[in-house]
């Protein structure tokens, strides 16, 4: 072992490239509150860790995504009663 080594041309960061990302994945950065992520590592530990908390928040959002978009049917059946009800009222 030397008695000093030379850093002078050494650089700082990964020594291997990063690896990639899963196919239609993002990496962000993002502020949430500290009783949610306690939340979620909390039920991340009742799975045993099969679930880990970054993919239990993302289902979340996901299921509040798909669930509060408008049905079409639902938008279909309002736009019926809004064109029916002037023709309802003049009969």
Not at 42 to 56: A, I, K, P
Not at 72 to 88: G, K, N, S, Y
Request: charged share 35%; glycine share 6%.
């Amino acid at each position: 072992m030397k008695q000093r080594y030379d850093f002078s041309k050494g650089r700082r960061g990964r020594v291997t490239p990063p690896p990639p990302e899963p196919q239609g994945k993002l990496r962000i950065t993002i502020r949430l509150d500290e009783e949610l992520i306690e939340y979620f590592l909390r039920e991340s530990n009742r799975s045993g860790g099969v679930m880990r908390y970054q993919t239990l928040i993302n289902a979340a959002l996901r299921e509040y995504v798909e669930n509060s978009a408008p049905k079409i049917e639902e938008t279909l059946r309002r736009i019926v009663r809004e064109e029916m009800r002037p023709l309802m009222l003049n009969q």
